[in-house]
T-cell receptor
Framework: GAVVSQHPSRVICKSGTSVKIECRSLDFQATTMFWYRQFPKQSLMLMATSNEGSKATYEQGVEKDKFLINHASLTLSTLTVTSAHPEDSSFYIC????????????FGSGTRLTVV | AQSVAQPEDQVNVAEGNPLTVKCTYSVSGNPYLFWYVQYPNRGLQFLLKYITGDNLVKGSYGFEAEFNKSQTSFHLKKPSALVSDSALYFCAVRDVGTGTASKLTFGTGTRLQVTL
């Protein structure tokens, strides 16, 4: 079945530093990947949609320069939180959409980011 | 625009009893509908989806859902709940006509608590 690996699962960083989160599709090619943010006891908020080889499409209100997304290959997308602040602390989840015909969205296991 | 409503923040049920988690949706065209389950500090696990065909969809772990177009609902059900079913459940929708980069819109989630 489709598997998406997200790394790291937990990260603690100092305020002002940058953190990179990786999302890999292990057994399929993901033309499209999605990045979500989830606050405690809340739903998933879509941050951006990334397509391989092109610029990400950000949702309204999401800072492009703060949340850098790169989708360099069909199996890897990265989210970099730049100059992190405590308010960026959250649970970040990626999702990969398989090629047409499967309608499936596979989610990574999430990354708990804590900025101190 | 597409949206999903999960009217119940929490559903409590005794083990062995049937459970229902409610979901209603709104899309401009025909919907693709999904149910996911999330355990603490984990990503989302796929339960089932409705794309087309039979309105009753059977999924993982004994769960099923019924697509009702007239009521725009897609309630999740299980005939006999288990304590291990306790988790956070998300309903999601995608508009069929929104292309290959289409995104899912999630409901706010319903916490299912199954007790002995």
């Amino acid at each position: 079945g489709a598997v998406v690996s997200q790394h790291p699962s937990r990260v603690i960083c100092k305020s002002g530093t940058s953190v990179k989160i990786e999302c890999r599709s292990l057994d399929f090619q993901a033309t499209t990947m999605f990045w979500y943010r989830q606050f405690p006891k809340q739903s998933l908020m879509l941050m951006a949609t990334s397509n391989e080889g092109s610029k990400a499409t950000y949702e309204q209100g999401v800072e492009k320069d703060k949340f850098l997304i790169n989708h360099a290959s069909l199996t890897l997308s990265t989210l970099t939180v730049t100059s992190a602040h405590p308010e960026d602390s959250s649970f970040y989840i990626c999702s990969a959409r398989r090629d047409r015909g499967t309608y499936g969205y596979t989610f990574g296991s999430g990354t708990r980011l804590t900025v101190v | 625009a597409q949206s999903v409503a999960q009217p119940e923040d929490q559903v409590n049920v005794a083990e062995g009893n049937p459970l229902t988690v409610k979901c209603t949706y709104s899309v401009s065209g025909n919907p693709y509908l999904f149910w996911y389950v999330q355990y603490p500090n984990r990503g989302l696990q796929f339960l089932l989806k409705y794309i087309t065909g039979d309105n009753l969809v059977k999924g993982s772990y004994g769960f099923e859902a019924e697509f009702n177009k007239s009521q725009t609902s897609f309630h999740l059900k299980k005939p006999s709940a288990l304590v291990s079913d306790s988790a956070l459940y998300f309903c999601a929708v995608r508009d069929v006509g929104t292309g290959t980069a289409s995104k899912l819109t999630f409901g706010t989630g319903t916490r299912l608590q199954v007790t002995l």
